[in-house]
């Protein structure tokens, strides 16, 4: 267990829809990045927060978006959503930027 | 071309070989991590290194900076070593940007 938890596990819903990805990271790290795993993409970074503010941006779409939040949980929201936006979507810990990330099980996301 | 490259993409060995996993990359880094992904699907990030080598248990990981290359070698392999190894960079732009290589499937028989 990383310590690292992310809710739903398994979401499946049609597309134009919105959905929110919830992760809240290790106790005591302060550093949250979101991943998507696609099987014709590989892992890509999406978005990075450090202490409730946005640090580095990856190949973030415009109709995402994610925040994290004063007791530092993090959430991903998904809007708009397409048929090639299912995926599994990571969120990762590290106690501050540059140190070992612990990964949390991942977020399925199935859009119908 | 991808900024990180990960050879072989695909390992099948016996167990008790030693194996080796290499990654080159094509940016300036301040980091490099080695994860470690099973069939289920969750991430463990194995190491993160710098400069010179890591070791933990039968697993180890080198890099040369100057070379812009990295290797995981597995030592007395086992069929629970068999899962996707990710080798992903840490860009030296200042931003926390991570970067992914495609991955390696390896495949330890019994």
């Known amino acids: 267990d990383s310590g690292v938890t992310q809710t739903p596990k398994h979401l499946i819903t049609a597309t134009g829809q919105r959905v929110t990805l919830r992760c809240s990271p290790r106790s005591g790290d302060l550093s949250v990045y979101w991943y998507q795993q696609s099987l014709d993409q590989g892992l890509q970074f999406l978005i990075q927060?450090?202490?409730?503010?946005?640090?580095a941006k990856g190949n973030i779409l415009e109709r995402f978006s994610a925040q994290q939040f004063p007791d530092l949980h993090s959430e991903l929201n998904l809007s708009s959503l397409e048929l090639g936006d299912s995926a599994l979507y990571f969120c990762?810990?590290?106690?501050?930027?540059?140190?070992?990330?612990?990964f949390g099980s991942g977020t399925q996301l199935s859009v119908l | 071309k991808n900024e990180v490259e990960q050879s072989p993409q695909n390992l099948t060995a016996q167990e008790g070989e030693f194996i080796t996993i290499n990654c080159s990359y094509s940016v300036g880094i301040s980091a490099l991590h080695w994860l470690q992904q099973h069939p289920g699907g969750g991430i463990v990030s194995l190491f993160m290194l710098s400069s010179g080598k890591k070791k933990h248990g039968r697993l180890i990981a080198t890099i040369n900076i100057q070379e812009k290359h990295s290797s995981l070698h597995i030592t007395a392999s086992h069929p629970r070593d068999s899962a996707v190894y990710i080798c992903a960079v840490i860009l030296l732009s200042g931003a926390q940007k991570l970067v992914f290589g495609q991955g390696t499937r390896l495949t330890i028989n019994p």
């Open positions: 927060y450090y202490n409730g503010e946005e640090r």
């Open positions: 990762a810990s590290s106690r501050v930027l540059g140190e070992k990330l612990f």
